[in-house]
């Protein structure tokens, strides 16, 4: 199995880039990394650590994309930065999977173009998982598709409910189709148009209906879809009330000395809450429905986040995710009232 890493991309790369691709490579036999950026540079660090010398390998690329770089403009002036160097290991299936925590529209925009689309696929939607009281529930999407139609939001529904059992391990996932209310009349006219495709849509096996926000939380349901713009949204405000809970509990927990002996008899307890809550653990959000396998890491991934990232690779890599993706986009389904 060999996973190419993006060696240059994310606000702590290269070095934690390369710490994760280590601690992946000496836990797992069959893992090869290939990772791309500047060869000097990563080869320096990579001799601060101890590793099978087979098992990593640099792929050297001269430049490197910023985070503030337009996608368009990497695709025309920087051909040979270490996203695009790894575009092409997938391209010419000398890699299996793609992981960048680079630029996320760069790697958007680099992976549709270079890597290319799965036939019959509309739009590739970035898929999160969330934590939920029960275990894990998968938004899609997140923000790859601000303008989305019905048709879209079926395939989103079908990817997801693959990845939800493939890579989550979730016997028959509940997919919901997010909305201001459960009533099938609730929502804008994309929701109407959608709810009625996906109460006929034979590919989607288990459809509840629609859910609320906080169904996202409760564990009513599995999968929830939405448009990118919605579904960035609620990332974004999810991510900022995490943060303002745990300042809130962190003020609370050291104002004076009797709260900081609760903090202390809570301290296993409250590191349980914040793993749960931490994008570390959950790797990164694939971007489905490409020819390759293409994970995209949160641009502030340490070690920690890039091993998760590897991880969950792994998984997508041994439950053939894209192949199972392919042959469920391949037939256009067929109405459950047919």
Same mark, same amino acid.
């Not at 949204?233 to 745990?246: D, H, N, R």
């Not at 991880?311 to 469920?328: Q, T, W, Y």
């Given at each position: =199995?060999?996973?190419?890493?993006?060696? #240059?991309?994310?606000?702590?790369?290269?070095?934690?880039?390369?710490? *994760?691709?280590?601690?992946?490579?000496? /836990?797992?036999?069959?893992?090869?990394?290939?990772?791309?950026?500047?060869?000097?540079?990563?080869?320096?660090?990579?001799?601060?650590?101890?590793?099978?010398?087979?098992?990593?390998?640099?792929?050297?690329?001269?430049?490197?994309?910023? =985070?503030?770089?337009?996608?368009?403009?990497?695709? +025309?002036?920087?051909?040979?930065?270490?996203? %695009?160097?790894? $575009?092409?290991?997938?391209?010419?299936?000398?890699?299996?999977?793609?992981?960048?925590?680079?630029?996320? *529209?760069?790697? =958007?925009?680099?992976?549709?173009? @270079?890597?290319?689309?799965?036939?019959?696929?509309?739009?590739?939607?970035?898929?999160?998982? &969330?934590?939920?009281? !029960?275990?894990?529930? !998968?938004?899609?999407?997140?923000?790859?598709?601000?303008?989305?139609?019905?048709?879209?939001?079926?395939? &989103?529904? !079908? #990817?997801?409910?693959?990845?939800?059992?493939?890579?989550?391990?979730?016997?028959?996932? +509940?997919?919901?189709?997010?909305?201001?209310?459960? /009533?099938?009349?609730?929502?804008?006219?994309?929701?109407? @148009?959608?709810?009625?495709?996906?109460?006929?849509?034979?590919?989607? /096996?288990?459809?509840?209906?629609?859910?609320?926000?906080?169904? !996202?939380?409760? *564990?009513? $349901?599995?999968?929830?879809?939405?448009?990118?713009?919605?579904?960035?949204?609620?990332?974004?405000?999810?991510?900022?009330?995490?943060?303002?809970?745990?300042?809130?509990?962190?003020?609370? %927990?050291?104002?004076? &000395?009797?709260?900081?002996?609760?903090?202390?008899?809570?301290?296993?307890?409250?590191?349980? =809450?914040?793993?749960?809550?931490?994008?570390?653990?959950?790797?990164?959000?694939?971007? %489905?429905?490409?020819?390759?396998?293409?994970?995209?890491?949160?641009?502030?991934?340490?070690?920690?986040?890039?091993?998760?990232?590897?991880?969950?690779?792994?998984?997508?890599?041994?439950?053939?995710?894209?192949?199972?993706?392919?042959?469920?986009?391949?037939? *256009?389904?067929?109405?459950?009232?047919?």
């Amino acid at each position: =199995m060999k996973i190419v890493l993006d060696g #240059m991309g994310g606000d702590k790369a290269p070095r934690e880039i390369i710490k *994760g691709a280590v601690k992946a490579v000496n /836990e797992f036999s069959d893992l090869k990394i290939i990772l791309t950026g500047k060869e000097t540079k990563i080869k320096n660090i990579l001799k601060e650590f101890n590793f099978k010398a087979d098992s990593i390998k640099v792929v050297n690329a001269s430049q490197t994309v910023s =985070m503030d770089d337009k996608p368009s403009s990497v695709l +025309r002036k920087k051909k040979d930065s270490s996203l %695009l160097v790894a $575009c092409e290991l997938i391209k010419e299936d000398k890699a299996d999977a793609l992981i960048s925590a680079g630029n996320t *529209g760069a790697v =958007m925009a680099a992976a549709i173009f @270079n890597i290319g689309r799965i036939t019959n696929l509309n739009r590739p939607p970035i898929a999160t998982v &969330f934590p939920s009281k !029960i275990g894990n529930t !998968i938004v899609l999407d997140v923000g790859a598709n601000v303008d989305s139609k019905p048709e879209h939001l079926i395939q &989103f529904a !079908i #990817m997801g409910s693959i990845y939800a059992e493939q890579v989550l391990n979730i016997s028959n996932p +509940r997919v919901g189709l997010l909305s201001i209310g459960e /009533e099938k009349e609730k929502g804008n006219k994309l929701n109407g @148009n959608t709810f009625e495709l996906l109460e006929q849509e034979d590919r989607v /096996e288990n459809f509840i209906g629609n859910v609320e926000g906080r169904d !996202i939380f409760n *564990g009513s $349901c599995d999968v929830v879809v939405c448009d990118g713009f919605v579904g960035n949204i609620v990332l974004k405000t999810t991510e900022g009330v995490a943060s303002y809970v745990f300042d809130l509990l962190k003020e609370a %927990l050291t104002k004076n &000395f009797k709260s900081k002996l609760g903090a202390l008899l809570l301290k296993e307890e409250l590191k349980k =809450m914040k793993d749960k809550v931490d994008y570390r653990q959950y790797g990164g959000a694939p971007l %489905l429905g490409l020819q390759g396998l293409v994970i995209i890491g949160h641009g502030s991934s340490d070690d920690q986040a890039i091993y998760n990232a590897i991880k969950v690779a792994r998984a997508a890599i041994d439950n053939n995710l894209i192949d199972i993706i392919k042959d469920k986009l391949k037939n *256009g389904g067929q109405n459950r009232g047919d």
